[in-house]
Nanobody, 118 residues
Framework: QVQLVESGGGWVQAGGSLRLSCAASGGRFGGDIMAWYRQAPGKERELVASVTSGGTTNYADSAEGRFTVSRDNRKNTLDLQMDSLKVEDSAVYYC????????????WGQGIQVTVSS
């Protein structure tokens, strides 16, 4: 049974930093995309940043220049270093692991709260 477990969330003042981690277990992975999404109250879930197994990264405009996504393929882990945090970064952050080619899979973590106060 595949599991994605997020850690590292919490509370921080605006301008501060947090590092989120996601660990995938219970399966064999490769040729896939790991990503961070977030969802604030009353808003749709949105992509924050993603990284392919080959290391290609993609960032939302809101994250570009402040957040850094990275993954360790051997450990099946995904990190998100968040710097210069803003109040509007407050949300539940979700880890996602998906592969669009056979064998297709799509897994989500349970989510972790990040709160940025002014």
């Amino acid at each position: 049974q595949v599991q994605l477990v997020e850690s590292g969330g919490g509370w921080v003042q605006a301008g501060g930093s947090l590092r989120l981690s996601c660990a995938a277990s219970g399966g064999r992975f490769g040729g896939d995309i790991m990503a961070w999404y977030r969802q604030a109250p009353g808003k749709e879930r949105e992509l924050v940043a993603s990284v392919t197994s080959g290391g290609t990264t993609n960032y939302a405009d809101s994250a570009e220049g402040r957040f850094t996504v990275s993954r360790d393929n051997r450990k099946n882990t995904l990190d998100l270093q968040m710097d210069s945090l803003k109040v509007e970064d407050s949300a539940v952050y979700y880890c996602r692991l998906r592969r669009v080619y056979t064998p297709v899979y799509n897994y989500w973590g349970q989510g972790i709260q990040v709160t940025v106060s002014s």
